[in-house]
């Protein structure tokens, strides 16, 4: 369709938006619009294309204004009209637009005409050697804030929290560090392997604070490096502090150097992040709705409610099977008079289960 309306006046532009599906070929979710503007370049080689593209800022202005849909679609006439509107692209329904607005072209250009030679995403070291972490369903992306650093972020990291920790502030945290391939880098494992620390504030707790990764016996890799932390008492406007340390090598230009960052995770929804796609999901198949990624304003009920209910029961200190409003943790405090069903003062295991129940009716 380019070829054949840009001569007659159409302009046609793609829009880098956000990563609908981090992973996909490798490529995960850029740190800064400089990466963003990276993965541009590397799209047009691969892709072969010369449409123009723009490039959305890091806080999604177009990406919201145009309806946070992954893969729509606008046509605008001269004077800025919106004419056409799809939440999801049809080229053929396109093309019948065009010939409606503009005029029909004796002879389309077919996909075959166009020889474009699509480029394959760069293999930089061996995937598929370390086993991935079955991760729980119903866990959400978390805004993350990478902070100042002297060298680009080789290895970033994705943050995931359960339901219940966002529901009632006690609950598990997913991190996984990818290796990003626009650098052109890999997981060096003659050396020691990546190590990460958690530092918590106001009675927030987590465990393990610290951890690291897998020996593994090849010597170079690209497979992400997982964790599951259990956090209790989440303070939500308290946010907790991540140091990571780990080797990243760089082949094309010989080198091999230690790298440590930090990172703030706060405890809110990130909702521009993309649903993970297969290749970057792996093993984390029993994940509830692609990785948790729900609608905006609520989250996805928990995959196991036994273990949902356990977990809160762990803050039962007396062991009486239920929990008084000073046992409960604080984000279950802010709720505590809507769950107290029958306004005892306290909740039951029984009452924990009609809140589940009734958050996967979706009525929270």
Known sequence: MYTDYAPKGVQFYYIYKAL???????YIDPYSLEERLMHIKEAEQQLGSKVTWLCDGMDNATKHALGDRPNSEFVIDPEGKLVRIRSWSNP??????????????????????LGLKEMSPPEIAPRGVVPRLDVPGGMTALMIQPKESDQPYYAKLRAEASWDLLNFGSGQIYLGFFMDPLYKV????????????I??????????????????????????REFLVE??????????????????CSDEEGWCKPITQHYTIHFKPDW?????????SGGRGT????????????????????TFVARLMEADANGDGKLSKDEAPEALRQRFDRMDRNSDGFIDQNELQQMGRRVRRGRG
């Not at 053929?92 to 005409?113: F, H, Y």
């Not at 465990?207 to 992400?224: I, K, N, Q, R, Y």
């Not at 521009?272 to 970057?280: E, I, K, N, Q």
């Not at 905006?296 to 196991?304: E, I, L, N, S, Y």
């Open 20 to 26: 609908a599906h981090p992973g996909m070929n490798g």
């Open 92 to 113: 053929s329904q396109l093309r019948a637009d065009l010939a409606e607005l503009v005029g029909p072209v004796a002879k389309p250009t077919t996909i075959q005409d």
């Open 186 to 197: 890999h997981w060096n494992n003659l050396a020691d392997p990546i190590r990460y620390t």
């Open 199 to 224: 530092k918590t504030q106001n009675g927030t707790t987590a465990s393990p604070a610290t951890g690291e990764g897998p020996e593994v016996e090849a010597e170079a890799d690209m497979d992400p």
């Open 231 to 248: 956090i209790q008492n989440v303070n939500f406007d308290k946010p907790i502090e991540l140091t990571a340390s780990y080797f990243a």
């Open 272 to 280: 521009d992040t993309g649903r993970p796609s297969t290749p970057f």
């Open 287 to 306: 994940r509830n709705r692609r990785g948790g990624f729900g609608r905006p304003g609520g989250f996805d009920t928990p995959g196991d409610p036994a």
